[in-house]
């Protein structure tokens, strides 16, 4: 992995590389519409007035820095504006954006990405199971952060791995809240004096579930606001590449120790549940042009009810009935529609055998095939 300095226009991606510089000088310096996805942790513009200290007195390590301080809201709002903008050339017309923020700036940052053209798809809250206490107890503890799921535009087909979601979540459709503790033990970086090496570093678990839920092994995720490298992290396990841009040279550091340690899953451990939907389409007729079905074979319901009799275009003529898999099934059932590759099977050795092994099986070859 490597660092680079300067905001040159290139033509190639840098991939799995972090750049150092401004990020809109940078995100304007890379090929128009090259990004599959973008995961942006902006400033939050805390406005914080004084120190913060517990009820021992110690005082906490608050965002302070002077990356996170803008002289008026109409800076930070011109600020967003610019990046947005900036990150919207680079996305592909499918590509999409997830930022996160407190309620300091996400709602700002909500009405400019609206401003700026993006649709927006989801709100998602990441409700912390281990949130900082409230020291002062004049508000409520801060215990959530706020996402923005969006697209380029309207209408885009953006990636959505609803199966693999719904699998991370035993079997149940995932919500938009999303419990999830904050960086603590081994997972909080350190810097060389054993402070917290970056203020607001997120969980790894949180980028897992928005990469795989969003991208596909191969993708190219862009983090304008690369921080101590998490996105980077995640993506090289799940086999995504990445490009970071983070103008602080400490971060960057950490970042590169950080990603030069990870190491990537294997092939197989990269691949997640698809929908059906998703899944190569087959026309039954492959399965009698390549003699798994036989024209004049008889298949039978798996109830048991009916059979009908393969013929050599691909369809099926049972009881007068002519027609698809499909339309058969659902005639000789008197149903308004049917699943024919559920709903028909052949007898093997007496025993009976769905039809949509075949379909299976030629799915598994068309997966093993090189691009």
């Known amino acids: 992995m490597t660092t680079k300095t300067k905001a040159k226009s290139v033509k190639t991606l840098p991939l799995n590389t972090i750049l150092d510089g401004d990020c809109i000088e940078m995100m304007n310096s890379l090929p128009e519409a090259s990004v599959d996805l973008i995961f942006a942790d902006p400033p939050y513009n805390l406005q914080l007035k004084g120190d913060l200290h ?10 302070d820095d002077a990356w996170d301080q803008f002289a008026s809201f109409e800076a930070y709002d011109r600020f967003t504006r610019d990046w947005l903008k900036a990150a919207r050339r680079l996305l592909k017309p499918n590509g999409a954006i997830w930022v ?161 340690n990870t190491r990537k899953f294997d092939r197989e451990a990269l691949q997640v549940s698809v929908s059906k939907r998703a899944e190569p389409r087959v026309p039954f007729g492959q399965l009698v042009e390549r003699g798994m079905l036989r024209p004049g074979e008889e298949l039978y319901s798996m109830n048991g009810r009916h059979k009908a009799k393969v013929r050599a275009d691909g369809t099926l003529i049972g009881d007068d009935v002519k027609g698809s898999i499909h339309q058969v099934g659902a005639a000789l059932e008197g149903a308004p529609s049917c699943n ?27 997966a093993e095939r090189p691009n």
């Not at 517990?54 to 965002?63: H, K, M």
């Not at 024919?340 to 068309?366: H, L």
């Open 100 to 260: 996160i923020g407190s309620y300091h700036n996400i709602f700002r940052v909500g009405a400019a990405l609206q401003n700026e053209g993006y649709w927006i798809l989801n709100d998602v809250i990441w409700r912390k199971s281990n949130p900082m206490p409230n020291f002062r107890g004049k508000r409520f503890t801060n215990a959530h952060e706020t996402m923005i799921w969006a697209s380029k535009e309207e209408g885009g087909k953006y990636t959505f791995n609803y199966e693999a979601l719904k699998a991370l979540n035993e079997g149940i459709q995932m919500r938009s809240d999303w419990v999830l503790p904050i960086c603590t033990g081994h997972e909080r970086l350190k810097d060389e004096n054993g402070d917290k090496a970056h203020p607001t570093q997120k969980p790894e678990s949180l980028l897992h579930r928005v990469l795989v839920g969003s991208t596909n092994p191969g993708d190219v995720i862009l983090d304008p606001f690369f921080g101590t490298g998490t996105t980077g992290a995640v993506a090289k396990m799940l086999g995504r590449n990445f490009i970071g841009i983070e103008r602080e040279a400490a971060y960057r550091k950490v970042a590169e120790k950080r990603i030069a």
């Open 340 to 366: 024919g590759w559920t709903y028909w099977c052949i007898k093997r050795e007496g025993k009976p055998v769905s039809i949509d092994i075949f379909r299976q099986q030629i799915r598994a070859e068309m």
């Open 54 to 63: 517990r009820p021992d007195n110690s005082q906490v390590d608050a965002v």
